[in-house]
């Protein structure tokens, strides 16, 4: 079974501090993603990953980078975190058929 | 631009009923997933389509790529199907598209 697994379930962070959030995969998957989740809007795309050091801005990435030094690994960095990205967040890793694998989300709370 | 539209937003329905979820699409696709999230946040994929149908167990998802429209079907519902169901869309290339979700209570 592909495992997709985050640092952190749930996270709360002051305004203003830098803040990771980890992915690992665990099935050598190429393409990797990161989302966020906001109720009435759906997934929305944050940066996605599509090899080593390779990155794509998706529909939001203002406030958001990306680090992908190992291709199990994909970091999502806050910069300096604001209330408006408080959110969950979701990483995905995307086979070679475009099947999707989800982790199981990480609930920030930026304050 | 594009849009990814489900409907119902919400859906109560009593143990052992028929349900559908529709999904409809505003250009034409490459695939359509539909997915299940439970409380709690994870995400699993049930169905990848291009054409036609498929079934797994007591799901079934349909897709009219000229009408621009799919459907997820739970037969026989149970409560143990209450979720968040999700279509998403791929045109082309690595980027999906998602419908914002139907949420679905089944009452025993």
């Known amino acids: 079974d592909v495992k997709v697994t985050q640092s952190s379930r749930y996270l709360v962070k002051r305004t203003g501090e830098k803040v990771f959030l980890e992915c690992v995969q665990d099935?050598?998957?190429?393409?990797m993603f990161w989302y966020r989740q906001d109720p009435g809007l759906g997934l929305r795309l944050i940066y996605f990953?599509?090899?080593?050091?390779?990155?794509e801005k998706g529909d939001i990435p203002e406030g958001y980078s990306v680090s992908r030094e190992k291709k199990e690994r994909f970091s999502l960095i806050l910069e300096s975190a604001s209330t408006n990205q408080t959110s969950m967040y979701l990483c995905a890793s995307r086979d070679r058929v475009y099947e999707q694998y989800f982790g199981p989300g990480t609930r920030l709370t930026v304050t | 631009k594009n849009e990814v539209e489900q409907s119902p937003q919400n859906l109560t329905a009593q143990e052992g009923e028929f349900i559908t979820i529709n999904c409809s699409y505003s250009?034409?696709?490459?695939?359509l997933h539909w997915l299940q999230q439970h409380p709690g946040g994870g995400i699993v994929s049930l169905f990848m389509l291009s054409s036609g149908k498929k079934k797994h167990g007591r799901l079934i998802a349909t897709i009219n790529i000229q009408e621009k429209h799919s459907s997820l079907h739970i037969t026989a519902s149970h409560p143990r199907d209450s979720a968040v169901y999700i279509c998403?869309?791929?045109?082309?290339?690595?980027?999906?598209?998602f419908g914002t979700g139907t949420s679905l209570t089944v009452i025993p």
């Open positions: 990953s599509y090899d080593v050091k390779m990155k």
């Open positions: 250009v034409g696709i490459s695939a």
């Open positions: 099935m050598d998957h190429e393409n």
């Open positions: 998403a869309v791929r045109w082309s290339g690595n980027q999906f598209y």
